[in-house]
């Protein structure tokens, strides 16, 4: 029988394309993006965007985390878990978080060395990580995997921490080896982390769990080896996945019957059929965010300009002339058209400006 990851009912659009599931991180991308139809239909066929990017449309993507930055953040997850007490246990222990007795699911199930055994390791691992918890004890599961079900398609992730609190409810937790700078910190580096959190919170819930809206995330304490400990909720991230899950189906659904039978998220012209809302979160979480954006330049689509200025025009607008724009974004619009080469005439402002001779 075949796995229940690697089935759904986007599974015919693959194509030639490899099936790569979305993980926590990549749900939670789909479910801000979830105004996107392509984005939810690529993430629903179980399809990683960069290989629609490459395959379909010819684009050149950067794929996947450096080297550096996933040593660097192996060799922290090795600093935090050696020796007992370990650093993770004591800064879990001084926030009144778990206990230092951590249940390490990936030294029950080794992942194979190649991709081929990847699925089954991940379920034997669920069954694992669900049978620690089932247990009802103090420990605290360390790398686990867990199923989240969008619509009806199962996608397995795999929390860095489930830690169960006194009254048996249950908190996810995030290990990212970036520094903690206080209030300085990368908000949108720890909006993501929160999105993972709420998607692994989400498997909790659907598995029976009781959880608290909460995610830990432990962070590098900067000039120190020693982890940061935040707690913070997760209220907003929580409702967009939540409503992700309510919705996938439905936005897929209605993408799929734009598209003629037979069609594959390798083929160009499906691409090309889909529905898009490219936005300002586009170049941070899509790999198709250079394509959309070339083509929302060609449709004079104003969302170009970013979601605060698009608001204020019509579809369209920038091909229209300056008449038909608001006079305070008339600038922005100018200089944008002429960086991407839609007009080269200079602006009157330009032309009377001595400091642009
Ligand atoms: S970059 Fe394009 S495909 Fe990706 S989410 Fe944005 S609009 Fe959708």
Same mark, same amino acid.
């Given at each position: 029988?075949?796995?229940?990851?690697?089935?759904?009912?986007?599974?015919?659009?693959?194509?030639?394309?490899?099936?790569?599931?979305?993980?926590?991180?990549?749900?939670?991308?789909?479910?801000?993006?979830?105004?996107?139809?392509?984005?939810?239909?690529?993430?629903?066929?179980?399809?990683? !965007?960069?290989?629609?990017?490459?395959?379909?449309?010819?684009?050149?993507?950067?794929?996947?985390?450096?080297?550096?930055?996933?040593?660097?953040?192996?060799?922290?997850?090795?600093?935090?878990?050696?020796?007992?007490?370990?650093?993770?246990?004591?800064?879990?222990?001084?926030?009144?978080?778990?206990?230092?007795?951590?249940?390490?699911?990936?030294?029950?199930?080794?992942?194979?060395?190649?991709?081929?055994?990847?699925?089954? /390791?991940?379920?034997?691992?669920?069954?694992?990580?669900?049978?620690?918890?089932?247990?009802?004890?103090?420990?605290?599961?360390?790398?686990?995997?867990?199923?989240?079900?969008?619509?009806?398609?199962?996608?397995?992730?795999?929390?860095?921490?489930?830690?169960?609190?006194?009254?048996?409810?249950?908190?996810?937790?995030?290990?990212?080896?970036?520094?903690?700078?206080?209030?300085?910190?990368?908000?949108?580096?720890?909006?993501?982390?929160?999105?993972?959190? /709420?998607?692994?919170?989400?498997?909790?819930?659907?598995?029976?769990?009781?959880?608290?809206?909460?995610?830990?995330?432990?962070?590098?304490? !900067?000039?120190?080896?020693?982890?940061?400990?935040?707690?913070?909720?997760?209220?907003?991230?929580?409702?967009?996945?939540?409503?992700?899950?309510?919705?996938?189906?439905?936005?897929?659904?209605?993408?799929?019957?734009?598209?003629?039978?037979?069609?594959?998220?390798?083929?160009?012209?499906?691409?090309?059929?889909?529905?898009?809302?490219?936005?300002?979160?586009?170049?941070?979480?899509?790999?198709?965010?250079?394509?959309?954006?070339?083509?929302?330049?060609?449709?004079?689509?104003?969302?170009?300009?970013?979601? /605060?200025?698009?608001?204020?025009?019509?579809?369209?607008?920038?091909?229209?002339?300056?008449?038909?724009?608001? !006079?305070?974004?008339? /600038?922005?619009?100018?200089?944008?058209?002429?960086?991407?080469?839609?007009?080269?005439?200079?602006?009157?402002?330009?032309?009377?400006? !001595?400091?642009?001779?």
């Amino acid at each position: 029988m075949a796995d229940k990851s690697t089935a759904g009912p986007g599974a015919f659009l693959r194509g030639a394309l490899p099936f790569t599931p979305a993980g926590a991180a990549g749900l939670f991308a789909a479910a801000e993006l979830q105004d996107c139809a392509a984005h939810v239909l690529m993430t629903m066929a179980q399809v990683a !965007p960069a290989d629609v990017a490459s395959t379909a449309l010819g684009e050149k993507v950067n794929q996947g985390q450096s080297p550096l930055a996933l040593g660097r953040g192996n060799a922290f997850e090795r600093q935090l878990t050696r020796g007992v007490p370990s650093r993770l246990g004591v800064a879990l222990g001084h926030n009144g978080l778990g206990t230092d007795l951590f249940v390490d699911v990936t030294r029950r199930v080794p992942m194979p060395p190649s991709g081929h055994g990847r699925e089954e /390791a991940l379920r034997r691992r669920e069954q694992a990580t669900l049978d620690v918890l089932a247990d009802g004890g103090a420990a605290t599961v360390w790398q686990g995997a867990l199923t989240v079900t969008l619509g009806k398609v199962a996608f397995r992730v795999q929390p860095d921490l489930i830690i169960r609190d006194d009254t048996g409810r249950l908190r996810v937790g995030e290990v990212k080896s970036w520094a903690d700078n206080g209030p300085r910190t990368s908000g949108r580096a720890l909006s993501s982390a929160l999105g993972q959190v /709420a998607v692994g919170d989400l498997a909790l819930r659907q598995a029976g769990h009781v959880t608290v809206p909460e995610a830990v995330l432990v962070l590098a304490r !900067p000039r120190s080896s020693d982890a940061s400990v935040r707690v913070q909720a997760t209220g907003r991230e929580k409702a967009l996945i939540d409503d992700a899950a309510r919705a996938f189906p439905q936005v897929a659904s209605d993408a799929l019957r734009r598209l003629p039978p037979g069609s594959t998220l390798d083929q160009s012209d499906t691409v090309r059929a889909l529905p898009t809302a490219y936005g300002d979160l586009c170049r941070l979480r899509c790999a198709l965010a250079d394509w959309c954006r070339r083509r929302a330049v060609e449709r004079g689509d104003p969302a170009v300009l970013g979601d /605060a200025a698009a608001g204020d025009l019509e579809p369209g607008a920038l091909l229209r002339g300056p008449n038909a724009r608001p !006079p305070l974004l008339q /600038a922005a619009v100018d200089a944008h058209l002429r960086a991407t080469g839609l007009t080269t005439a200079p602006t009157q402002a330009a032309e009377g400006d !001595p400091t642009r001779a």
